[in-house]
């Protein structure tokens, strides 16, 4: 019989419009509401998964450089999670490439851990369909699981009371969305240095310790069904709309943790108002922030390349321009 001996995959980021922040199970990574995301058409991860026979652990690269620590914890955990699926022991190489700055609140890990659970389960011979993988992928970073899809994802969280809340949280693209509705999301680099505080840590935080959580966590539920609403109509206004309150929601959220985590700058401040400011000037344009100090603008893509160049003058900082990006794929296989 002959088995796979390598695969692997690319993988984009994605960035919530209705955010997923707090988990109520940390092992299986079960969020505490449903999210939903746009996947982006710009900085692709790699992953290559190499199985070894007869080495004794598994190593891995990012960026070529070996991996240690945390980082390297929760690939082999990961791995690990593969093996026991598919009752496989041989140990494994994988090199990751990133595009984009890791750490930097930039969904480097949803990228991450889509192309790892897509190449993983591939080398592995899991033979798992896509929702199938999406549930694998949140294993390894709760976001990543909306990665294994295109466009628009949302993100399912299984109701506490649910009998098998793993197969029960998984993500799925969204296809009821306007045919005419274009959006473009602007990244503002203001930072790329690594976050001081983990998304995982100060998620944990938010949950335990912020008195606006609960009342964000509502919100949110709410949001996901004004956003689904708002794509079908194929409404920007909505969609931005719901999308920035969201997001400043969640940082409130985070900011008022003991001790706080604040993720935003006087950077990030400015260019929060400047945005708001290009909206009282009349241009369609709503912030969204993630677990670091950069911005992501939404705005209709027609517009994007004239307010991306406003943005990175008010910033001094540079910009990418993203629209919606392809679900991750395959890239090669070989079978020994
Ligand atoms: C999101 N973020 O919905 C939210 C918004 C950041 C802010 O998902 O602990 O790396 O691995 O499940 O997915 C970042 O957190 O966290 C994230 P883990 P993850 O995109």
Not at 98 to 122: E, K
Not at 165 to 192: C, R
Not at 326 to 333: E, M, R, V
Request: hydrophobic residues 45%.
């Amino acid at each position: 019989m002959t088995r796979t001996s390598s695969a692997a995959a690319v993988a984009h980021p994605n960035i919530a419009l209705v955010k997923y922040w707090g988990k109520r199970d940390k092992v299986l990574v079960l969020p505490h509401a449903g999210s939903l995301s746009m996947t982006l058409d710009v900085f692709p991860t790699t992953t290559t998964v190499r199985i070894t026979p007869g080495t004794a652990e598994d190593s891995v690269f990012i960026d070529n450089v070996p991996a240690r620590g945390e980082a390297l914890r929760r690939i082999v955990d990961f791995l690990d999670l593969v093996r026991a699926r598919t009752g496989r022991r041989e140990r494994a190489r994988v090199e990751t490439h990133n595009t984009v700055p890791v750490g930097a609140g930039l969904a480097s890990s949803a990228a991450g851990f889509a192309a790892l659970a897509l190449a993983a389960a591939t080398a592995y011979d899991a033979c798992l369909d896509p929702t199938s993988l999406s549930r694998l992928a949140r294993r390894g970073s709760g976001s990543a699981c909306r990665s294994l899809f295109g466009g628009f994802v949302q993100w399912h969280a299984a109701h506490p009371g649910e009998q098998d809340p793993d197969h029960a949280s998984y993500a799925e693209p969204v296809h009821d969305v306007h045919p005419d509705l274009d959006i473009a999301l602007i990244a503002v680099l203001l930072q790329t240095t690594p976050k001081p505080v983990s998304s995982r840590e100060a998620m944990q935080r938010t949950v335990a310790t912020s008195p606006l959580f609960p009342s964000w966590l509502r919100s949110t539920r709410e949001a996901l069904a004004d956003m689904r609403a708002a794509l079908k109509d194929g409404d920007l206004d909505r969609i931005g709309a719901i999308a920035e309150r969201n997001a400043l929601g969640m940082h409130a959220a985070m900011e008022t943790a003991l001790p706080p985590v604040t993720y935003r700058t006087p950077a990030s401040h400015h260019l929060l108002n400047h945005v708001s400011a290009l909206r009282e000037r009349g241009e369609q344009t709503w912030a969204t922030m993630d677990a670091g100090p950069n911005v992501k603008v939404l705005c209709p893509a027609t517009d994007a390349t004239r307010i991306a160049a406003e943005l990175a003058a008010a910033s001094a900082s540079p910009t990418v321009i993203a629209r919606s990006g392809p679900a991750a794929t395959l890239i090669s296989q070989s079978r020994s």
